[in-house]
Nanobody, 123 residues
Framework: QVHLVESGGGLVQAGDSLSLSCAAS????????MAWFRQAPGKEREFVSS????????FYGASVEGRITISRDKTKNTMTLKMNSMKSEDAAVYYC????????????????WGQGTQVTVSS
C-alpha cells in the first residue's frame, strides 16, 4: 500500500505562482510514475503531469505545458509541482497519484491516490 499526502494548496491570485508537494510513504513499487491530476467542479479529472521516479523523465498535459515544472526529491520521497502564471481555470482540487503506467495515468487511472488539495485562484 502506498500513502500519498498533498500539501501547498490554498488561495492564490491570478498571475502568481504556486507550488504543490506530495509525500509518498509505504510500499512503493520498484519504479513508478508519480503524477498530478486536477479536477474542477463539473469537469472530468485531468492529467496534469508525471515524473518517472528512477530517472526523472517528465510528462505534461497539454493544457498546462509550458507553465508548470514537476520535480522529485528521491531522498525525501517527495514530488513538487510548480505552476506559474496562475489562471482562473487552474482552480481545482489537485490530486497526487502513483502508477507504473503512463498510459493509465493519461487515461485518468492510477493505482494509488492522495486525498487532494484545493487550489483557488482569485482574479
Amino acid at each position: 500500500q502506498v500513502h500519498l499526502v498533498e500539501s501547498g494548496g490554498g488561495l492564490v491570485q491570478a498571475g502568481d505562482s504556486l507550488s504543490l508537494s506530495c509525500a509518498a510513504s509505504g510500499r512503493t513499487p520498484s519504479d513508478y510514475h508519480m503524477a498530478w491530476f486536477r479536477q474542477a467542479p463539473g469537469k472530468e479529472r485531468e492529467f496534469v503531469s508525471s515524473i518517472w521516479w528512477s530517472d526523472g523523465r517528465t510528462f505534461y498535459g497539454a493544457s498546462v505545458e509550458g507553465r508548470i515544472t514537476i520535480s522529485r526529491d528521491k531522498t525525501k520521497n517527495t514530488m513538487t509541482l510548480k505552476m506559474n502564471s496562475m489562471k482562473s481555470e487552474d482552480a481545482a482540487v489537485y490530486y497526487c497519484a502513483v502508477d507504473q503506467s503512463l498510459s493509465r495515468l493519461q487515461n485518468g487511472l492510477a493505482a494509488y491516490w492522495g486525498q487532494g488539495t484545493q487550489v483557488t485562484v482569485s482574479s
